[in-house]
């Protein structure tokens, strides 16, 4: 009787040692777990911070030629103010009257002659 007590106990104690290395595998698969979520929020958050960086910087660049665009044009746009400035300031002045018919309205005068060159 003695001998069947002691073997049920032993059964008993097996079991909840059993029991106890089952709970202890179990706790350590989750903290690995755990560790792996960790990672994982890591590696993501690695990866889209990178690609809002990279997103920015590419956007950086395109404002950058943008300006550098823009500031050729506005260069381009006040010479030729100066430009025309320099039209309207002479408007008045024969000599620079004559140069304009000549230029641009190929006129001459009575007593001129014009040869064109043909090549």
Do not use: G, H
Not at 33 to 59: E, H
Not at 70 to 93: M, T
């Amino acid at each position: 009787m003695e001998n069947k007590f002691l073997e049920e106990r032993k059964s008993i104690i097996a079991d909840e040692q059993s029991e106890v290395e089952s709970l202890k595998d179990r706790k350590k698969s989750f903290q690995w777990s755990k560790r792996r979520i960790v990672a994982l929020i890591m590696a993501f958050l690695f990866v889209y911070l990178s690609t809002v960086l990279i997103s920015n910087f590419v956007t950086i660049r395109r404002f950058e030629k943008e300006n550098q665009l823009l500031e050729e044009q506005l260069a381009a746009a006040e010479a030729e103010i100066k430009e025309l400035s320099s039209i309207i300031e002479n408007a008045e002045d024969p000599a620079f009257i004559e140069k304009m018919a000549r230029e641009k309205l190929k006129m001459v005068r009575p007593d001129e002659t014009v040869y064109f060159v043909v090549k």
